[in-house]
């Protein structure tokens, strides 16, 4: 996303009176060669920050961080071997050196973002290894099941399950009765200014309006008052290969 574009995006958060910001789309917030400039001027304004990371990039841009409310580093290994097979490219022992200089650096300020690990849980997951390699780095530790890629096809979400993953993925069932938080609380903001349903969509697919149309106009739009609806009996049709409707079968 371009400055301009941001700043826009910033004026449009203002004026609806929005209070929490989470930068995070399947990508890397902080290679983002302006990421400095975002957190700051959100921080200016007064703003919750959430970042969400792989924790690669974390010494790059410390200090900036501690403008940040909210760090999720997420971080799915428990030892060499795991790690780096379910973070390609990614070394475990950069990563482990980074969160270890990182979080020394945290704990030594008079401000820091609270710390908070996100581990994709699997049939192989060595839970306790995992609290502790990488627990005292952390204010608290969330986990879910790790449940494959959901993506839209053009008509609908599914969700693909690698069949490198096969031994490493739960069964599971289907389940209408939950429901989902993002057509009711959350609008996401692709990096062109196009509005995304949910971080799901990654390439905008679902056409519900643009940043320039205002945030106002799109969250009233009559395509998300449909998709509302469609969640007062179940789960619409279009969301329901979404792997946020999974439920694991322990």
């Not at 990039?57 to 097979?85: A, C, P």
């Not at 692709?190 to 679902?206: K, M, P, S, T, W």
């Not at 998709?227 to 322990?250: A, D, E, M, T």
């Amino acid at each position: 996303m371009k400055k301009t574009l941001f700043d826009i995006c910033v004026k449009e958060i203002k004026k609806n009176h929005i209070k929490n910001v989470r930068l995070y789309s399947t990508g890397e917030p902080l290679l983002h060669p302006e990421f400095d400039y975002i957190i700051r001027r959100l921080h200016d304004e007064g703003l919750f920050i959430t970042v969400s990371t792989n924790g690669s990039q974390l010494n790059k841009h410390r200090e900036t961080l501690m403008l940040v409310n909210h760090l999720q580093i997420s971080i799915d290994g428990w030892d060499q071997q795991s790690y780096e097979f379910l973070h390609p490219p990614h070394k475990f022992q950069d990563i482990l050196k980074g969160v270890k200089e990182f979080s020394s650096y945290a704990l030594a300020q008079e401000t820091r973002p609270q710390i908070t690990l996100h581990l994709l849980l699997t049939k192989k997951t060595d839970v306790d290894a995992y609290k502790k390699l990488w627990g005292c780095y952390a204010d608290d530790i969330t986990m879910s099941h790790l449940m494959g890629t959901s993506y839209y096809t053009g008509c609908r979400f599914v969700t693909e399950q690698p069949a490198v993953l096969k031994e490493y993925l739960y069964p599971f069932d289907v389940d209408t009765s939950r429901g989902c938080e993002y057509p009711f609380d959350i609008l996401s903001i692709a990096y062109d200014g196009r509005i995304v349903l949910c971080c799901q969509d990654f390439n905008a697919e679902i056409p519900l309006g643009d940043i320039d149309d205002g945030l106002q106009k799109v969250f009233t739009s009559g395509a998300l008052k449909n998709i509302r609806k469609g969640f007062l009996h179940g789960v619409p049709s279009v969301c329901q290969g979404c792997s946020r409707f999974y439920k694991v079968r322990l």
